[in-house]
């Protein structure tokens, strides 16, 4: 049992200090889901903002308390997926692929770093590597999600597997 | 390293994490927060006001309403003006038990004074009720400014049993539970209460065959509309009493 499920009675209650602290325990974890989607730190917090609201409105609906971090997860996924979608997100090919030589000094095993080459990639790239290669989605599920075709899936993962595999090798020079 | 390798280290990675996010970010989350509802006070009052409203159309409507019983009387006291004593009684069942509280208290003096006239206010009942000439006197007094004097005459019937039981006692106080009228007594009633006059002499006939001492001091506790209430029925009762003189002289004539 976690600390911050004794907080979930107060924020149903309309408590303000138990909405916090229910906020503070949860929402580092949609955010470093979140950053994995976006580019940019703005984008990911927005996200990360339009997650954490909709737990608030839904939390009366959750049954179980030891649910609540998968459900955060799911949703903030399709908060960026929906964002992603609303921008309509350039399909890029291997020509806009960004230079895999630039920047990344940390070394392989630096988690950060790992989230920092992630987020170099394209956003069509980056989103099909997150869906497919950390939340375990099918092609099939990526096509539907995304209103793409299942082939434009799979070459937005060959690319982006590409560009990593490049990238990662720079790092084993270093 | 192969894809699937690459899959698997950032799987590895960045499956799990935290990060913190700007302390800017809560202010946002908190404007859009559901706000607690406050909380409903139950209005009592107003049920409160609802039930009194209702307990007193309810005790009104009772206590205004001439029940059978009320009724009744008025046929006795219209087909008969003065009472016989099986009339009596029945008026004296009618008697209204919510009065049941009020207490009299009489308690037997020093035989001293014997042969003294007893005190009514109602020289019509006296006379018509034939009292003995040689009678022992009733004092009446109040030992409460809070409480008016109050004629023995115009109690309702006493309970001859506990009359009779405090007679061989004479240093004792007896207790003797009176019913008076209700505080409200409707017009239509005024003829039961005179009835219920009629039947306290029955009582104090009662008393005197029993020979107690010559002064008994009769305490009677009453709140004020009672004794105004009665006052106004002693004068009724006095009027009946005239009229019902007037009427017989009328036709011994």
Redo the contacts between chains.
């Keep these: 049992m976690e600390a911050w499920y004794a907080h979930i009675q107060g924020a149903l ?4 200090d138990a ?2 602290a229910l ?2 325990a949860l ?3 949609v ?2 889901t979140c ?2 989607y976006f580019s940019h730190e703005a984008d ?2 927005d996200a ?2 339009r997650t ?2 909709t737990m ?2 839904q939390l009366p609906t959750i049954r179980e308390a030891k649910a609540l971090p998968a459900w955060l997860r799911r949703t903030a996924v399709n908060e960026c997926l929906m964002e992603l979608r609303r921008r309509k997100v350039e399909w890029v090919g291997a020509d806009g692929l960004p230079d895999a030589g630039s920047s990344a000094t940390d070394s ?2 630096d ?1 950060e770093a ?2 920092e080459l ?1 987020r170099q990639l394209p956003d069509g790239y980056r989103t099909v ?1 997150n869906l ?3 939340e375990g989605y099918s092609h099939a599920e990526i096509a539907e999600q995304l209103g793409i075709s299942e082939a434009t899936s799979k070459s937005q993962l ?1 690319r982006a ?1 590409q560009w ?2 490049r990238r ?2 720079n790092f084993d020079l270093q | 390293m192969s894809p699937k390798d690459v899959d698997k280290l950032f799987r590895e990675a960045l499956n799990e994490g935290q990060a913190n996010p700007r302390p800017e970010a809560w202010a946002r989350v908190a404007a859009s927060l559901p706000k607690a509802e406050p909380k409903r006070r139950t209005l009592w009052w107003p049920y409160a006001a609802a039930a009194s409203v209702a307990i007193a159309a309810v005790g009104t409507w009772w206590m205004q309403a001439p029940g059978p019983e009320a009724a009744r009387s008025q046929q006795l006291a219209a087909s008969n003006p003065l009472p016989a004593a099986s009339s009596q009684q029945q008026v004296a069942s009618n008697q209204q038990p919510a009065a049941s509280n009020q207490q009299l208290v009489a308690s037997n003096q020093q035989p001293a004074a014997r042969n003294k006239q007893l005190v009514a206010s109602s020289q019509q009942l006296v006379a018509r009720n034939e009292l003995p000439v040689a009678s022992n006197q009733l004092l009446v007094t109040s030992y409460s400014k809070d409480f008016a004097l109050f004629d023995v005459a115009f109690l309702p019937r006493m309970e001859a049993d506990a009359l009779e039981e405090s007679v061989p006692l004479l240093k004792r106080r007896a207790v003797v539970a009176v019913q008076t009228p209700a505080p409200e007594v409707p017009r239509p009633r005024y003829l039961q209460l005179a009835a219920n006059v009629q039947n306290v002499w029955t009582a104090v006939q009662e008393y005197r065959e029993a020979e107690v001492p010559a002064e008994v001091t009769v305490e009677v506790h009453l709140p004020a509309p009672v004794l105004q209430r009665i006052n106004q029925t002693k004068m009724l009762a006095s009027n009946l009493n005239q009229s019902w003189s007037t009427l017989q002289s009328r036709r011994s004539r």
């Design positions: 209650q309309g408590r303000l909405q916090r906020y503070e929402a580092p974890r955010l470093y950053r994995r990911a917090e990360m903002i954490m609201t608030f409105q392989l095993h988690r790992l989230m992630l590597f497919y290669a950390l060959s597997r990593m595999q990662l090798a």
